[in-house]
């Protein structure tokens, strides 16, 4: 029995998360309620995610926290009501986390050439979840590996010359690591004789380079490439039992994967109130690892081999392959500036899916393209105690996300029953910004 808990809690140690906070809702309410269409268009804290290079736009330090809840209500149905279907996966967690946010530019010889910003994201509830499910339980492959891991954005913007801007940075996620498990056990006497767990908090950190346009007076345009995360582990584990052998085994496979992210935007002023944006989102989904853990299982020692059992009871894990597809996403906005006071905004987007119909036995990851909603206000107010000199300015986000509906077919022998699957995903997005 023990030893059997010492296996459990090494299945539990793989982080499977597939999207951070920021890719599917918007870093901000402004950007949250323009359909995240920022790339050419971000003028506050915010372009440190969608374009380091506007960072250097901002002539004053600009700060600014906000606050975010989404909650997911799907509806998966089993096909075949002769068979069960575990659906312990079949919601996401809400998702509820705090940003912060400041840009930072320079003064002296480098004033409105150089600047700095930084963004982080703190889950409310945990910095960091556990969460590994079997391939034989549908899971939602965006949000079951769902966005709570603490999240750090840094990056410079530059000013080449008044056109052209460009931007550097990176970002860094935390990352639990397992390195080792061992255990001695003495089933004569049934006693664990030793036992030792390795594992540490890591960062891991990936670049982000980014380009600034502007070609005619009321015309931007913007690129940002995120360069892709992939957090690989790999935990050996052995357990040593007293007269007979050696159990060891190795876990590993993929914590986190985000691909490379090619962003490109345009953002043009109608009038001088009125503002419209769009994007293309390229992402190299084809080459997503396995969302599935690894395992490999070898039984070896003098009295296994005599009795012709060393290899006999060696196990590994089957190797999935994903097929997921490279995916081209749009979005686009509108921000109406009805005041100096204030501001109305609308937007939408479109997600295609990079997952294929789960249509195979041993693999039940729920995903399809998504269709976003979303719109918002902006409002700013001098302070009431005369502390600041400038405005504080209030911005709030709604958005709604719909998961298109599909079908997963299962036929013998897969235990699992065929199902249909939908969903749709509501979220509130608040903050409070200031210019210093």
């Known amino acids: 029995m023990r030893l059997t808990r010492w296996m459990v809690l090494l299945s539990l140690v793989p982080l499977l998360a597939r999207a951070d906070p920021y890719s599917l809702y918007g870093f901000g309410p402004r950007a949250a309620a323009m359909g995240g269409a920022m790339t050419a268009e971000a003028n506050d804290y915010s372009a440190v995610f969608y374009n380091p290079a506007l960072l250097v736009d901002r002539t004053d330090v600009n700060f600014g926290a906000s606050f975010q809840f989404h909650r997911m209500v799907s509806n998966v149905q089993a096909k075949d009501l002769a068979k069960d279907l575990d659906c312990a996966n079949c919601n996401m967690p809400d998702t509820v986390g705090t940003s912060l946010g400041l840009v930072f530019p320079l003064g002296g010889k480098v004033k409105n050439h150089l600047a700095f910003g930084l963004g982080v994201y703190v889950p409310t509830a945990v910095l960091l979840r556990l969460n590994s499910p079997p391939a034989t339980t549908p899971y939602w492959y965006r949000y079951n590996g769902n966005p709570e891991r603490l999240q750090l954005h840094i990056a410079a913007g530059i000013k080449i010359v008044e056109w052209l801007k460009i931007g550097l940075g990176v970002q860094v996620l935390a990352d639990l690591i397992g390195t080792s498990a061992n255990v001695g056990v003495d089933l004569f006497s049934k006693e664990i004789k030793s036992g030792d767990i390795n594992a540490y908090l890591g960062t891991r950190v990936a670049p982000v380079f980014s380009v600034h346009l502007v070609p005619i007076k009321r015309l931007r345009l913007g690129v940002t490439f995120k360069y892709e995360m992939k957090l690989n582990y790999k935990?050996?584990?052995?357990?040593?039992?007293?007269?007979?052998?050696?159990?060891?085994?190795?876990?590993?496979?993929?914590?986190?994967?985000?691909?490379?992210?090619?962003?490109?935007?345009?953002?043009?002023?109608?009038?001088?109130?009125?503002?419209?944006?769009?994007?293309?989102?390229?992402?190299?989904?084809?080459?997503?690892?396995?969302?599935?853990?690894?395992?490999?299982?070898?039984?070896?020692?003098?009295?296994?081999?005599?009795?012709?059992?060393?290899?006999?009871?060696?196990?590994?894990?089957?190797?999935?392959?994903?097929?997921?597809?490279?995916?081209?996403?749009?979005?686009?906005?509108?921000?109406?500036?009805?005041?100096?006071?204030?501001?109305?905004?609308?937007?939408?987007?479109?997600?295609?899916?990079?997952?294929?119909?789960?249509?195979?036995?041993?693999?039940?990851?729920?995903?399809?393209?998504?269709?976003?909603?979303?719109?918002?206000?902006?409002?700013?107010?001098?302070?009431?105690?005369?502390?600041?000199?400038?405005?504080?300015?209030?911005?709030?986000?709604?958005?709604?996300?719909m998961v298109l509906a599909r079908e997963a077919k299962k036929t013998s022998p897969d235990t699992q029953s065929a199902y249909t699957y939908s969903a749709n995903v509501y979220g509130v997005t608040g903050a409070i910004r200031y210019d210093f």
């Open 235 to 401: 935990i050996p584990a052995t357990v040593d039992i007293a007269g007979i052998g050696t159990l060891g085994f190795v876990i590993s496979g993929t914590a986190h994967f985000t691909p490379h992210t090619l962003n490109f935007g345009a953002a043009f002023d109608v009038t001088d109130n009125f503002t419209l944006t769009a994007e293309g989102e390229w992402q190299n989904w084809s080459a997503a690892p396995s969302p599935y853990a690894g395992i490999i299982i070898d039984l070896s020692g003098p009295t296994l081999e005599a009795l012709g059992l060393g290899k006999a009871l060696d196990v590994s894990s089957p190797d999935r392959k994903t097929g997921f597809l490279d995916t081209l996403g749009v979005r686009a906005g509108a921000e109406y500036r009805v005041t100096e006071r204030f501001t109305a905004r609308l937007g939408a987007f479109l997600r295609p899916t990079p997952v294929p119909k789960q249509d195979t036995q041993g693999t039940n990851l729920m995903d399809n393209t998504t269709v976003g909603i979303t719109g918002g206000i902006g409002f700013n107010f001098p302070d009431p105690l005369e502390i600041f000199a400038h405005p504080i300015q209030i911005d709030l986000a709604g958005q709604a996300q």
